[in-house]
């Protein structure tokens, strides 16, 4: 089993920047991969970021070049840096941990609101 707590949401003007945190404990050695999921109201849950146990990295269309995703293996933790936010970034932000078994392990959710 993986916990994982989320960190770092809050309210961002356009065009602002927030960095979001996920830190693991638990069966740490057993996750595969760790993402950034984000839920909107009315809207299905997308993946926003992942990144492996082997530091391969994966982003969604909508947030390439804006959104980096990073980790540091001695704290367990893993980042999401988020510039150049625009309101359509609005939304429920989840850390992911899918381990080698494809078990899923969810955070809490933080809210991030871009607005003026």
């Known amino acids: 089993q993986v916990q994982l707590v989320e960190s770092g949401g809050g309210l961002v003007q356009p065009g602002g920047s927030l960095r979001l945190s996920c830190a693991a404990s638990g069966s740490i050695s057993s996750i595969y991969v760790m993402g950034w999921y984000r839920q909107a109201p009315g809207k299905q849950r997308e993946l926003v970021a992942s990144i492996t146990s082997g530091g391969r990295t994966n982003y969604a269309d909508s947030v390439k070049g804006r959104f980096t995703i990073s980790r540091d293996n001695a704290k367990n933790t893993r980042y999401l840096q988020m510039n150049s936010l625009k309101p359509e970034d609005t939304a429920v932000y989840y850390c992911?941990?899918?381990?080698?078994?494809?078990?899923?392990?969810w955070g809490q959710g933080t809210q991030v609101t871009v607005s003026s």
């Open positions: 992911n941990a899918r381990d080698i078994f494809s078990r899923d392990s």
